[in-house]
């Protein structure tokens, strides 16, 4: 069972990360496998708040609208992931 599930939030862990191509080939299949991990060793109802399922590119959408979609993935999620990747500090 996995701890903490009385919690009531939307999404267990809020996952974002830069967009760049490079930081997409290194990060996503990184937090691919921490999802798989999870699921693997139990926990059968992870919901992950992904920026690449909920706000998809982003393109056409104004910077308020994607920040509040983001307020809500964190606002609505018991832990967030961080995966940093070497461009990080660029993006």
Request: charged share 30%; hydrophobic share 35%.
């Amino acid at each position: 069972m996995w701890p903490f599930r009385r919690c009531k939030k939307k999404w267990d862990t809020f996952i974002i990360y830069s967009h760049r191509e490079s930081e997409v080939r290194a990060i996503k299949p990184l937090a691919d496998a921490y999802e798989q991990a999870l699921k693997s060793r139990g926990v059968s109802s992870f919901y992950v708040w992904y920026d690449g399922a909920e706000i998809g590119s982003g393109r056409g959408e104004s910077k308020a609208e994607l920040a509040s979609k983001i307020k809500d993935g964190l606002d609505n999620s018991r832990f967030t992931s961080v995966f940093l990747s070497p461009e990080y500090c660029g993006s």
